[in-house]
């Protein structure tokens, strides 16, 4: 008997697509939206956009995404432009796979959609600064893992037209040694990440972008004296909510004490956990006028935090009427520090009562009150 011929199965476009959605975000995504483009044409395309939109690229697979991307002018690519579909590309796990020019040529492929790029540390120059220029669409620009020492008015040059650019990390060996005012920030900018020194006299009078909120000084990004030569700066004293500085031997010498006095309209605070103690709190009782602080956080250190209920429940009544939450970086979390935490957790939540926010909000998690813990 001749074998019965049973019609090929078709689903509605949408069904696949809504199939595909369960697994976009998945760990296994990359695996899984590659079999799927192995099912049939229709699949292949439903999957294939997601499958480029933001690929998991290091050692291994690097030289297939190129082939894919960036094919040589001779090779057969009948799977047309892949490029135009990323829009998400980290190739922060890359060391020595690549070079200036592939590099250059691999970001102009992408160029179209491209909204995060996370540079690698050894093939991205200043000739990758171009093709960079055009992604109109970049939101998110990490170049805190590149080893070349750009120039920060090339840098500047080469974001000034991203429109959409809301974040950006400048390299290790960037040194701001100018404030190239002549060179307008992207409009949209508010999270810089500094790893790299601001010269002595250039700190207090940099250009900073008039729409930054956010600020983290890591690495070296400080000069070689008082931070206040930088956060006296009248543009972060009226725009900056939320500062970070992270534990580096370098910013041993930092009088941290000064800092939330110093600008005033802080929200946000994360220092190294070690600098944060009973004359701290004691310091921040003393200063003239009520501050902003709504979170401070206790990051990294070498040595365990240390401070008082007594004098911190003090800086509460004073000058932290509007602190809601104390955060612990994990290498803080002792059986002590947990025992302790649970007082603190108390006098963080009469504190946000008091200072009146939104209990609705409170109930409903939407609003951080007490102790928390990150790593």
């Known amino acids: 008997m001749a074998p019965e011929n049973h019609p090929t199965l078709h689903l509605p476009g949408e069904i696949v697509v809504h199939i595909l959605s369960f697994v976009r975000d998945k760990s ?16 292949y395309s439903a999957a294939i956009p997601l499958l480029y939109e933001r690929p998991r690229v290091d050692g291994k697979d690097f030289d297939r995404f190129v082939s894919a991307i960036s094919p040589s002018t001779k090779a057969y690519a009948p799977r047309g432009d892949l490029g135009r579909y990323v829009r998400r590309l980290d190739f922060s796990n890359l060391v020595h796979h690549s070079s200036n020019s592939l590099m250059a040529r691999i970001i102009g492929r992408v160029k179209n959609r491209l909204e995060v790029f996370i540079a690698p540390a050894s093939s991205f120059s200043v000739v990758c600064l171009s093709p960079l220029s055009k992604c109109k669409k970049m939101r998110v620009l990490n170049l805190s893992f590149v080893l070349d020492a750009l120039d920060f008015e090339a840098i500047k040059k080469a974001v000034r037209n991203m429109d959409n650019l ?20 992207p409009p949209k900018l508010a ?8 010269d002595f006299d250039v700190a207090p009078n940099l250009d900073w972008p008039k729409t930054i909120t956010s600020l983290t000084l890591a690495k070296s990004g400080v000069p070689t004296s008082s931070p206040g030569h930088i956060l006296t700066n009248p543009s972060l004293n009226q725009h900056l909510r939320q500062l970070t500085v992270p534990f580096a031997p370098h910013n041993a010498f930092i009088d941290v004490f000064y800092l939330p006095v110093v600008i005033s309209n802080l929200t946000f605070l994360s220092l190294p956990g070690h600098q944060i103690n009973d004359e701290f709190f004691c310091m921040l009782s003393a200063s003239c006028g009520g501050l902003r602080l709504e979170c401070l956080e206790f990051g990294e250190s070498p040595e365990p935090a240390s401070f008082s209920a007594e004098i911190f429940a003090d800086a509460l009544e004073a000058n932290l009427t509007r602190l809601r939450a104390l955060g ?25 009562v008091k200072a009146g926010y939104d209990k609705g909000k409170i109930e409903r998690g939407e609003l951080q009150v007490g102790v928390y813990y990150f790593d």
């Open 28 to 43: 296994t995504r990359q695996k899984t939206l590659h079999s799927c483009c192995l099912v049939s044409r229709q699949w």
């Open 191 to 198: 999270k810089m990440e500094i790893n790299g020194p601001i």
């Open 166 to 185: 809301t974040t950006l990390k400048l390299p290790p060996h960037t040194i701001i040694n100018t404030p190239a005012s002549d060179i307008p920030w």
């Open 328 to 352: 612990f970086h994990q290498f803080h979390c002792t059986e002590e520090r947990i025992t302790e935490d649970a007082e603190f957790e108390e006098m963080l939540q009469a504190n946000a």
